[in-house]
């Protein structure tokens, strides 16, 4: 399994223009989220989807669109980027046992919005 | 308003030198609470989820425990390759909304 991936790795926008930041899962998790973070500030849930179809707004949501039309890939869109979006954002896939709930995490990607 | 707080912000320990690591939170009916490790330029890597008030779990080094306010991370022993921000998060309203706290990062010297 190559677990969840995220790409680009690194990306630099100028203001204004708009992006796609992917991630995929091959573990057949129904729940996924994206995150950003910040330096002093943790990492900010900004979207989640519990399946297929299905999404959600976390706690930092303006500016980010999300869809979900299968359930390995939950891809993040940037409408128009602005320098307050610079950050390192993480894609999470999690499942639960009922019990146990595991979650992980994508090597994130780099956004520098100039 | 609900929230989690970690403490210290950074520990500095000795190869050996055992401590704890602190997460408190605020959350009404606790929904389960995550421990995961965080190494410079990586994705967090889940260690941990306890669910109720006395649960521990371990795994090698790494302790956690849960209280009805806080949980805590014990490292026993630690080596240089401990080090990293331990960062805890719990659920708010829905298990899918985690909220995290800032981290405490570890650095083990040998």
């Known amino acids: 399994n190559a677990g969840v991936t995220q790409t680009p790795k690194f990306q630099v926008l100028k203001t204004g223009q708009s992006m796609t930041l992917q991630c995929a899962q091959d573990?057949?998790?129904?729940?996924m989220s994206w995150y950003r973070q910040d330096p002093g500030m943790g990492l900010r849930l900004i979207h989640y989807?519990?399946?297929?179809?299905?999404?959600d707004q976390g706690e930092v949501p303006n500016g980010y669109n999300v869809s979900r039309s299968t359930t390995e890939d939950f891809p993040l869109r940037l409408l128009s980027a602005a320098p307050s979006q610079t950050s390192v954002y993480f894609c999470?896939?999690?499942?639960?046992?009922?019990?146990?709930?595991?979650?992980?995490f994508g090597p994130g990607t780099r956004l520098l919005v100039l | 308003e609900d929230q989690v707080t970690q403490s210290p912000e950074a520990l500095r320990l000795q190869e050996g030198e055992s401590s704890s690591l602190n997460c408190s939170y605020t959350?009404?009916?606790?929904?389960?609470l995550f421990w995961y490790r965080q190494d410079p330029g990586k994705g967090p890597e889940f260690l941990f989820t306890?669910?109720?008030a006395g649960e521990e779990k371990e795994k090698e080094r790494l302790k956690a425990t849960l209280t009805k306010k806080e949980s805590f991370l014990h490292i026993t022993a630690p080596k240089p390759e401990d080090s990293a921000t331990y960062l805890c998060?719990?659920?708010?309203?829905?298990?899918?909304?985690?909220?995290f706290g800032k981290g405490t990062k570890l650095t083990v010297n040998p």
């Open positions: 989807s519990v399946g297929a179809g299905i999404t």
């Open positions: 306890l669910y109720s």
């Open positions: 959350v009404s009916g606790l929904r389960g």
């Open positions: 999470a896939s999690s499942y639960s046992t009922g019990y146990q709930e595991t979650q992980y």
């Open positions: 573990m057949n998790h129904e729940y």
């Open positions: 998060a719990v659920p708010l309203q829905v298990r899918e909304k985690l909220v």
